[in-house]
T-cell receptor
């Protein structure tokens, strides 16, 4: 069974640009969560989608948005990039009655 | 809201035992997770505790005391490959939520 797949693996953008990150969950998993990981703050919850609906949202500005498609694949978008958005963005999927999250390898975003 | 504390770094010797502590404060508790993350890789699930007591899984054990807001991860017979960051995470009470609040992680270095 394939794991959680995130693309691209690395991204370099400049301030003011926007970026879209993609996540394909494990087959059969309907919940997809997004986290931001930085050395100073650790992993911080961005949002969670289940069956194309956002169920929870963390304390991030509206520049951070996401969506989920009918096949459970998810995208997150960050508009008007700031230097502080440089981070590893991790996607995690979960499904069935399991409680644990399965993480992808992440997208390393660098904002110059 | 939730606050999770764990030591920033620890060093232990190959073959020894190490205990990584985690304390948390939360308004609603619905489970505690431990994840392992090697540098540049995705976090991987180690253990889940929702009731008080010890959960053992091979060389890894995790303990929870809900009344004390305290957990620890015990690693036995340390191997060099155990050098990684160990993340403590708490799930808030709430139906259908896969939102986790993570501590900043404990970087464990195993030395010969």
């Amino acid at each position: 069974k394939a794991g959680v797949t995130q693309t691209p693996r690395y991204l370099i953008k400049t301030r003011g640009q926007q970026v879209t990150l993609s996540c394909s969950p494990i087959s059969g998993h309907r919940s997809v969560s997004w986290y931001q990981q930085t050395p100073g703050q650790g992993l911080q919850f961005l949002f969670e989608y289940f069956s194309e609906t956002q169920r929870n949202k963390g304390n991030f500005p509206g520049r951070f948005s996401g969506r989920q498609f009918s096949n459970s694949r998810s995208e997150m978008n960050v508009s008007t990039l700031e230097l502080g958005d440089s981070a590893l963005y991790l996607c995690a999927s979960s499904g069935g009655s399991g409680e644990k999250l399965f993480f992808g390898s992440g997208t390393q975003l660098s904002v110059l | 809201g939730q606050n999770i504390d764990q030591p920033t770094e620890m060093t232990a010797t190959e073959g020894a035992i190490v205990q990584i502590n985690c304390t948390y404060q939360t308004s609603g508790f619905n489970g505690l997770f431990w994840y392992q993350q090697h540098a540049g890789e995705a976090p991987t699930f180690l253990s889940y505790n929702v009731l008080d007591g010890l959960e053992e899984k091979g060389r890894f054990s995790s303990f929870l005391s809900r009344s004390k807001g305290y957990s620890y991860l015990l690693l036995k017979e340390l191997q060099m490959k155990d050098s990684a960051s160990y993340l403590c995470a708490v799930r808030e009470a709430g139906a259908g939520s896969y939102q986790l609040t993570f501590g900043k992680g404990t970087k464990l270095s195993v030395i010969p």
